[in-house]
């Protein structure tokens, strides 16, 4: 089945630490996002990718880094930097033609240990 | 700038109740439009996409409507269930290219039995 793979499902950051989100897709789609989701606030947007090689910042950049080496995948790092880390991110893909609709992923939650 | 809005944030029916969720946007000049379901730690689920030439898509139960010139959508869904219970959030999509969607904050539906 074609899908967006999130992993890991429940992830654990420590002082100091920079931890990776896994994000895969096998929909050959071109453009792919990272959210942030907290609790009463809705998604806001952190990256996106709309080729290989190529990302944008977000209204929310500041604290995480992506890259896209290749079509499929789109991993997001939470750096150190990010003092508010914990929250539920989300993975979206689309294909590059206009009247196509957004697929996301399960989504990570992150915790502070 | 483009802006959603989503009202009420919340809303409890008993089961069987036909129900009606609001969306507005500031900037007319959309693409498309997409509702999504969110159920509790998951991601979105597209429901259904109308893009600016329609005034309507119906799945199932669910009918959505759009009307670009005064900037709002509606989602109607008939004869409720309990398993309707979800997060409701519509997004609009301002060009064709794969510029990110702006979304609502959503509307949390909980359908009593």
């Known amino acids: 089945d074609g899908g967006i793979t999130q992993s890991p499902k429940y992830l654990f950051r420590k002082e100091g630490q920079n931890v990776t989100l896994s994000c895969e897709q096998n929909l050959n789609h071109d453009a792919m996002y990272w959210y942030r989701q907290d609790p009463g606030q809705g998604l806001r947007l952190i990256y996106y990718s709309q080729i290989v090689n190529d990302f944008q910042k977000g209204d929310i950049a500041e604290g995480y880094s992506v890259s896209r080496e290749k079509k499929e995948s789109f991993p997001l790092t939470v750096t150190s930097a990010q003092k508010n880390p914990t929250a539920f991110y989300l993975c979206?893909?689309?294909?590059?033609?206009?009247?196509?609709?957004?697929?996301f992923g399960d989504g990570t939650r992150l915790s502070i240990l | 700038k483009q802006e959603v809005t989503q009202i009420p944030a919340a809303l409890s029916v008993p089961e069987g109740e036909n129900l009606v969720l609001n969306c507005s946007f500031t900037?007319?000049?959309?693409?498309?439009l997409q509702w999504f379901r969110q159920d509790p730690g998951k991601g979105l689920t597209s429901l259904l996409l109308?893009?600016?030439?329609?005034r309507e898509q119906t799945s199932g139960r669910l009918n959505a409507s759009l009307d670009k010139s005064s900037g709002r959508s509606t989602l109607y869904i008939a004869a409720s269930q309990p398993g309707d219970s979800a997060t409701y959030l519509c997004a609009v999509n301002e060009d064709s290219g794969n510029t990110p969607l702006v979304f609502g904050k959503g509307t949390r539906l909980s359908v009593i039995a």
């Open positions: 900037d007319s000049a959309i693409y498309n």
């Open positions: 979206a893909s689309r294909r590059d033609s206009g009247n196509q609709p957004q697929h």
């Open positions: 109308i893009q600016s030439s329609q």
